[in-house]
């Protein structure tokens, strides 16, 4: 008898429509969940993410906050410790700001400063990074700062899996996780499982596999680094592309494997180059493979301007494909 | 319970009860204040002196899984509400068998078992999480308040306004508590606030809000029944400004250049613990022996805490990066 | 009885002045009384007692800055204060633990296991060997975790014995080097100089007699004469012959003379022949041309250059009569050869024309002193006269 192969199902999903998915699966598996943030329940979300779930779920669970980041984001901590699983909507990084004391002085501190007693349980959701020409306030990339921070976990889903299956396991943790989604990836769209689950949060995932160079990346940058990898493969050059999916905890043990056999690595973030997470990763890379590399080590990053607003000038300043091809073809000159 | 739980009863048990609170946390503080001069108290220490009637007025009103959120001058709320002396002292000098198992120190107090949320050294951080607290009791129709202890400080801070509002817009069982000692560290609240009256501005927000003498615990006592009471009956929030003052300054290492002693000396002559104890004894509801036996007991108190101190235990050094994350079991 | 001590009143505080005594000595003071006002960076603050009982003593004056913790005054106790220790609060500790002096362990960075084969050598050993043409995976590392790096590939191409090529530095390079090296011997050395000036006549003589009996390339000249009559005196005077090491000095038994040779083209190097009490004139003349040619060529050993115990350097092409040179650290001594001359002698109560040369001490006086010195120049000028013995 002929084997049938059965082909898994698959639907095609945005990444937007992604997160969506997650955000309704965990609502109605746990009532502990709950999701608070500006305009996510009658407006429907600023990005369109929440659309629809207020009709679902009700004013109770998808909750439209007054514009007091730091005032919900607490109430977000303070129910987390009270026994309820939030999901916190900070609309943009750029807002987050506001917040920032809660994050790093509750979020982040209680479990140490309480002796372990109470933990935060909490999730927050930003939007983050460049390329709609909105100019300097709206267009940062600041989860290289909240990287930097113990007692949080954060978090860059970059591909259709990873905006469905981060969030759940986001919910579980017992810890603060920021999960930051790039504006430019809520309209990508592609081929999904229809059974897509949950995924984990601690490991980078090689995206491409390669010999000569090792890419690494993640966030809105992924899939510009993808297109460079094509374009040196059309020259010979066989680029190993990392997606580093947690940006704290980071994967040292993937990321060191990789440029143990490549020996020369450049890193994509859109970030500002210094005191980048880019450069905190060139030092574990030095630190850890320091005997293996032929060669320094490149970053691209967004030049040091604020973001500017014309279009020309605001592709200019973040990380492009070429840019990544440049640096990549420079490690490997003579 | 009985149907009028919203009044005080002064029995004769009650009364000493009070006075006793009172004491034991100006006792506590005095010696806090000379350990910190020897150098076994570290950091920053804020004294509650003259505002004792406060926590001792509001906090046995309150039920075990009610929730308290209180600020860095916490040591009276932390005692009133039943943390144990020891292993508070035990916290202040940093050793492992302190509440916090030493991590936290003055500013940081916290105990699950008495829902005690801290301890928290930002002005005005606390009133979010305040808010958060009681949305979750709120979501799962658990009965529980949650009080929030704050300096009238905190009224310029951005986080008051937002917390309030939500706690009045989301209807939120958070019994706010202004301690108004008319000193923000070094600042009086006519520098700093174009409204002085803090309990008017509550109100702005639609939220219940009394003004209440905070040197009289049993006016104290009669506005938080009354609050409590509200809360739980009606599910919104309550504001209650205490207006009280603070005799020592605002931390240890502090010139007071900002107030006159003779101010000081004024509100000293109408503190909490001399009016009170004034008035038990004129009435005969309070003996000498009474009194010498609260301060004997807890002088006796006090000792053991401290030589539980002393003997306690310093974490190991390679323990450093525990409870950052949870650990994984 | 108590000591009341400046209090801490803040993170910041290390010290306060005593600026006021608000009681009297014989005064009774309670526990909260304000005792005194102390100036700190924040302001006056008044400071308040914890102790019972009475002022006996004051320990600092008014007007006085003292560090936090520093007793102030002595307080008696009343005789009725039973001690308030309850002999129980006395008892074990509960839970104590000794608190461990223990450094935190320093959490250890992954590193790469080394693979088969796996070469782990620095960039900057990895350009040497390439400049040395040495193999490295013939090297042995010491770097961390094992890995060669350039000192490794140094010590490689010497003990290779192959004439370590040293790249001939640009003139500008070695000026450099010597200015430094000048200016650190003149810093750091106490020199001292001494001079005598001897008849070297019989020597000449001798060398003349000795030469005309040999072809050419066998010839001695009279540098060498010099070279072994100084090794073998400094046998007798180990104060001059060794190395100045980290504030001591370290006495050399093998007695390795540098001399020094000037390059064409500028430049001046001192390259060391080794043992040279225990060779024979000849073979220290044909050391001595090899050096010469190697130093001229840019092939001198790195040890050629470290090892010298003593060096010495001649000027007696140039003319001069007398040399007081500068010490090459770490060395302790330097002789100094003038021109050799004819000059009136007088021997005994006779006056003749005789070659004579002016030989000069410049020694450490740290090691060191003229009188020392003297008798070596002495003992030095004296095995001159009789050349056969060398």
Request: net charge negative; charged share 25%.
């Amino acid at each position: 008898m002929a084997k049938r192969i059965i082909k898994a199902e698959t639907v095609q999903i945005t990444y937007r429509e992604a997160i969506r998915k997650a955000i309704c699966e965990a609502m109605h598996q746990d009532e502990r969940v709950f999701l608070m943030g500006e305009d996510v329940g009658r407006y429907g979300g600023c990005y369109a993410v929440t659309k629809g779930l207020l009709k679902e779920f009700g004013p109770e669970r998808i909750r439209d906050t007054p514009l007091s980041e730091s005032g919900f984001t607490g109430a977000g901590i303070g129910a987390a410790i009270g026994g309820m699983r939030p999901i916190v909507e900070l609309m943009t990084v750029n807002f987050s700001l506001l917040a920032m004391d809660q994050i790093l002085n509750n979020a982040a501190t209680i479990r140490h400063m309480s002796g372990n007693q109470f933990g935060v349980p909490l999730v927050i959701r930003m939007a983050t990074g460049a390329g709609r020409q909105l100019a300097a306030q709206h267009s940062h990339s600041l989860e290289g700062w909240y990287a930097h921070i113990p007692g949080i976990k954060v978090l860059a889903p970059a591909t259709l899996e990873d905006a469905r299956g981060m969030l759940w396991t986001a919910l579980d943790d017992p810890d603060p996780v920021l999960i930051f989604e790039n504006v430019m990836l809520y309209n990508m769209e592609g081929e999904l499982p229809a059974n897509a689950g949950p995924v984990n949060i601690e490991k980078a995932a090689i995206r491409r596999e390669g010999r000569d160079i090792s890419l690494i990346t993640y966030g809105g940058s992924l899939w510009k680094t993808l297109e460079a990898a094509e374009a040196l493969a059309r020259e010979g050059i066989k680029a190993e592309v990392i997606d580093l999916r947690t940006l704290r905890p980071l994967d040292d043990t993937t990321i060191i494997a990789s440029v143990a056999k490549t020996r020369r690595a450049v890193i994509v973030d859109e970030g500002w180059r210094s005191g980048s997470l880019a450069s905190e990763i060139v030092t574990r890379i030095v630190e850890q493979a320091f005997w293996r590399l032929d060669g320094p080590i490149a970053r691209v990053c967004s030049e040091e301007v604020p973001i500017p607003y014309p279009q020309h000038l605001e592709q200019a300043a973040i990380p492009q494909a070429e840019k990544v091809v440049a640096a990549a073809k420079n490690l490997l000159s003579k | 319970m009985t149907a009028r739980d919203d009044k005080p009863k002064l029995s004769r048990a009650h009364c000493l009860d009070l006075l006793r609170h009172m004491i034991r946390v100006r006792m506590f503080e005095d010696k806090c204040a000379e350990l910190y001069t020897t150098e076994k108290i570290r950091g920053f220490l804020h004294l509650y002196d003259g505002e004792e009637a406060i926590a001792a007025g509001v906090i046995p009103v309150l039920q075990l899984r009610d929730r308290i959120v209180a600020t860095y001058r916490e040591h009276g709320h932390a005692l009133v509400r039943g943390l144990p002396m020891a292993n508070v002292m035990a916290e202040m000098y940093g050793k492992f068998e302190g509440v916090s198992a030493g991590r936290g120190g003055s500013m940081h107090l916290f105990d699950a078992e008495t829902n005690f949320y801290g301890g928290n050294a930002i002005v005005g951080g606390g009133l979010p999480m305040a808010t958060g607290l009681a949305l979750a009791d709120k979501m799962r129709a658990e009965k529980v308040v949650t009080v929030c202890f704050f300096g009238e400080g905190a009224a310029a801070e951005g986080e008051f306004h937002e917390s309030l509002n939500l706690a009045a817009l989301w209807s939120l069982p958070v019994l706010f508590v202004c301690e108004n000692n008319c000193y923000a560290m070094g600042t009086a609240l006519d520098r700093s606030e174009s409204e002085t009256d803090i309990h008017a501005k509550a109100a702005c927000y639609q939220i219940e809000t009394e003004a209440v003498d905070g040197m009289d615990v049993v006016a104290v006592e009669a506005a938080a029944r009354r609050a409590v009471h509200s809360i739980r009956e009606t599910d919104k929030p309550y504001f209650l400004e205490c207006r009280t003052y603070r005799f020592r300054a605002h931390s240890m290492f502090d010139a007071q250049l900002y107030r006159d002693k003779a101010e000081v000396e004024e509100w000293r002559s109408k503190g909490p613990i001399v009016r009170f104890q004034g008035w038990l004894a004129k009435s005969g509801i309070a003996h000498p022996e009474d009194i010498e036996k609260i301060e004997s007991d807890v002088k006796e108190e006090i000792e053991e805490a401290v030589a539980f101190a002393e003997a306690g235990s310093w974490e190991p050094v390679e323990k450093l990066t525990r409870w950052v994350y949870a650990e994984r079991a | 009885m108590a000591e009341f001590r400046m209090p801490s009143l803040g993170a910041d505080m290390e010290a306060g002045t005593l600026t006021d005594w608000l009681v009297k000595a014989g005064d009774t003071v309670q526990r909260g009384d304000i005792i005194a006002v102390v100036e700190t960076q924040k302001g006056a603050i008044e400071i308040e007692v914890f102790q019972e009982g009475v002022v006996e003593d004051f320990l600092v004056q008014q007007g006085t800055r003292v560090p936090v913790g520093t007793p102030l005054a002595i307080i008696r106790g009343e005789l009725e204060e039973a001690p308030t220790a309850k002999p129980t609060l006395e008892a074990e500790p509960v839970g104590r633990r000794e608190e461990e002096p223990v450094r935190q362990a320093a959490r250890p960075v992954v590193a790469l296991r080394r693979t088969e084969g796996e070469l782990r050598a620095s960039p900057a050993a990895r350009k040497l060997a390439e400049e040395l043409s040495v193999d490295l995976s013939l090297v042995t590392g010491t770097g961390p975790g094992g890995a060669i790096v350039a000192a490794d590939v140094e010590s490689a191409a010497e003990a290779a014995g192959a004439p370590a090529r040293l790249k001939r530095p640009k003139a500008a390079e070695t000026q450099k080097a010597i200015a430094a090296a000048m200016e650190h011997a003149k810093r750091e050395i106490p020199h001292y100089y001494l001079s005598t000036t001897i008849n070297l006549e019989p020597a000449m003589n001798w060398l003349e007699k000795t030469n005309a009996a040999r072809a050419v390339p066998e010839r001695l000249i009279h540098g060498v004469l010099y070279i072994k009559a100084m090794a073998q005196t400094l046998r007798n005077f180990p104060e001059l012959n060794g190395y100045w090491v980290e504030g001591e000095f370290r006495h050399s038994e093998a007695i390795h003379t540098s001399i020094a040779i000037s390059l064409r083209g500028g430049g001046l190097v001192a390259p060391a022949l080794h043992d040279a009490d225990r060779k024979d004139l000849d073979t220290l003349m044909g050391e001595f041309r090899d050096l010469v040619m190697r130093a001229r060529a840019g092939k001198l050993r790195s040890s050629e250059l470290s090892d010298a115990t003593i060096t010495i350097t001649s000027l007696g092409e140039e003319g001069v009569d007398s040399v007081f040179p500068i010490i090459y650290p770490p060395q302790v001594a330097i002789v100094g050869v003038g021109t050799v001359v004819k000059r009136p002698w007088q021997e005994d109560d006779n006056v003749s024309v005789s070659r004579v040369v002016t030989l000069s001490l410049a020694g450490d006086h740290r090691v060191s002193n003229g009188h020392r010195g003297a008798l070596f120049l002495r003992a030095l000028g004296e095995l001159l006269q009789q050349p056969k013995a060398l």
